[in-house]
């Protein structure tokens, strides 16, 4: 359910056609249209991204491909990557209008080809195409309010923008599992398919008035080093993720290729240091990179864990998930009280303690004696963590960038949260599915088709704590001598 990160800011200034001397804020005439229309595209872009995971089990079981499970996840991360480079440069050369719906197209047909899919591979496929496009349209998004705002209202339109990600995170995981249990899975992206075009008709025009056409000092192309660093770390993903589900020795082709091609792009994508989280910016960046990876996996194999494990519907499993998103933005509120602002790197170490604490005992429900809500109060703890972790590393981030640095500071922040969430996803998952994660299913089971043993989640929430632990363990390198 992680909401998207501050992408990059465009260095090129904007266009100044709503008069920044109008009246109102951003529900007013001049930018009402455009603000409802973004809102409405993010708000369909998260309730994808929460509908996802109690839709999964379902799907898994139908397309026979429960191996497979947490490459449907991280393909989106991986390709979503991608996107939002090209959606920056695209956004620096011509505006965002073009990149907007261009993103829209393509998150709208990975939706059709997921929900219309007959085997797991082609829903895969569609998850990558949701990921190219998701990526697009927030970065475009983003850049928008940098030149269809004023300065003063561009706050408030960034706000609207993360409200537009409570109800998604608070009902989605509970209307898709109606959805899914009544209607079946597929109806919960064929639904968003034909909604998420409604926005775009509202947007259109005033994006158009508002920021249409390239800016001003636009470069002349791409940065093909950089579009060519993202087509390689996603590619490198993908061949990882395609190697860990054929768990042969030949296996090891491809996972090698993936290595060589990831390893030197996510070096030169993300500051020096990064990797071994040198004090200051670069452990601040690696920080929430393992926050992130750690809070998914544990998000991520939650429903499937209650719904084959104890036997609840998919409604019952979203009903864990939809208890995150209060949590998580009660995290996010709670940090940005002015009185605890002396007290920011104490807010990052007790949120990281409260994530781990959080994926260390959700597992604990594979006990039959352990009550079957207890995923509800653990998932809640490792929210509120994590609503204090990311939001208080995007004030961090910029804190220690240089004004002309901060675009591309937090544009690495983005990167390393995405390669992040797709090496660990592409880890479990494959760990997952070695261990009896993809065996077949049986022909009639109590509650579900699927039959998985408790190891293989076991593993996996094995994983998230260790990585949760290292970010415990991160956050004391935040300060720099100066902050000392």
């Known amino acids: 359910m992680t909401p998207p990160k501050a992408p990059?800011?465009?260095?090129?200034?904007?266009?100044?056609?709503?008069?920044?001397?109008?009246?109102?804020?951003?529900?007013?005439?001049?930018?009402?249209?455009?603000?409802?229309?973004?809102?409405?595209?993010?708000?369909?872009?998260?309730?994808?991204?929460?509908?996802?995971?109690?839709?999964?089990?379902?799907?898994?079981?139908?397309?026979?491909?429960?191996?497979?499970?947490a490459f449907a996840f991280s393909a989106y991360f991986t390709t979503s990557l991608l996107g939002m480079v090209l959606s920056g440069q695209w956004c620096?050369?011509?505006?965002?209008?073009?990149?907007?719906?261009?993103?829209?197209?393509?998150?709208?047909?990975?939706?059709?080809?997921?929900?219309?899919?007959?085997?797991?591979?082609?829903?895969?496929?569609?998850?990558?195409?949701?990921?190219?496009?998701?990526?697009?349209?927030?970065?475009?998004?983003?850049?928008?309010?940098r030149r269809a705002y004023p300065e003063h209202l561009r706050p408030a339109a960034l706000a609207s923008f993360s409200a537009a990600w409570v109800v998604p995170a608070m009902l989605g995981p509970v209307i898709s599992g109606t959805v899914t249990e009544h209607f079946g899975w597929r109806w919960v992206f064929l639904g968003i398919t034909v909604l998420v075009v409604l926005p775009l008709a509202v947007m259109v025009r005033p994006l158009r008035k508002a920021a249409g056409g390239p800016p001003d000092g636009a470069p002349a192309a791409f940065d093909r080093r950089r579009l060519a660093l993202a087509a390689a770390a996603a590619g490198g993903a993908g061949l990882l993720q395609y190697a860990g589900q054929d768990l042969r020795w030949l296996s090891a082709v491809p996972a090698a290729v993936g290595l060589v091609l990831l390893v030197p792009a996510a070096l030169r994508l993300l500051p020096r240091g990064t990797f071994r989280a040198a004090r200051g910016l670069p452990a601040v960046i690696m920080l929430r990179g393992l926050a992130s990876a750690a809070f998914l996996a544990t998000q991520s194999f939650l429903p499937l864990l209650l719904v084959t494990q104890r036997g609840l519907s998919y409604t019952q499993a979203g009903l864990a998930l939809a208890?995150?998103?209060?949590?998580?933005?009660?995290?996010?509120?709670?940090?940005?009280?002015?009185?605890?602002?002396?007290?920011?790197?104490?807010?990052?170490?007790?949120?990281?303690?409260?994530?781990?604490?959080?994926?260390?005992a959700t597992p604990a429900v594979l006990l039959d004696a352990v009550p079957v809500w207890t995923p509800v109060f653990t998932l809640a703890f490792a929210c509120?963590?994590?609503?204090?972790?990311?939001?208080?590393?995007?004030?961090?981030?910029?804190?220690?960038?240089?004004?002309?640095?901060?675009?591309?500071?937090?544009?690495?922040?983005?990167?390393?949260?995405?390669?992040?969430?797709?090496?660990?996803?592409?880890a479990v998952g494959t760990a997952f599915a070695a261990l009896g994660g993809g065996s077949q299913a049986a022909a009639h089971a109590a509650a579900t088709d699927i039959q998985v043993g408790p190891l293989p989640f076991l593993v996996v929430y094995a994983a998230g704590t260790g990585v949760a632990l290292l970010a415990v363990v991160v956050a004391g390198r935040l300060r720099t001598p100066a902050d000392n």
């Open 92 to 145: 620096d050369r011509s505006g965002p209008l073009r990149p907007v719906v261009a993103g829209i197209a393509t998150f709208s047909a990975g939706l059709l080809l997921s929900g219309t899919a007959q085997a797991m591979a082609a829903f895969v496929l569609g998850r990558a195409f949701q990921g190219v496009g998701g990526g697009m349209v927030i970065v475009a998004l983003y850049v928008t309010v």
């Open 323 to 360: 208890a995150a998103g209060g949590a998580w933005a009660l995290g996010s509120f709670a940090q940005s009280r002015p009185a605890l602002e002396m007290h920011r790197y104490r807010l990052v170490r007790a949120g990281t303690v409260l994530v781990t604490t959080g994926v260390a």
């Open 384 to 426: 509120f963590g994590m609503g204090l972790v990311v939001a208080s590393a995007g004030v961090l981030v910029l804190r220690l960038s240089e004004p002309e640095e901060a675009g591309g500071n937090i544009a690495s922040l983005q990167v390393c949260d995405s390669l992040s969430n797709v090496v660990m996803l592409t």
């Open 8 to 69: 990059v800011a465009t260095s090129s200034p904007e266009l100044p056609l709503l008069p920044s001397g109008t009246g109102g804020g951003v529900l007013s005439r001049p930018y009402r249209a455009l603000t409802l229309g973004c809102v409405s595209v993010i708000l369909l872009i998260a309730f994808e991204a929460m509908a996802i995971g109690t839709a999964m089990p379902a799907a898994a079981e139908q397309l026979d491909g429960v191996a497979l499970y």
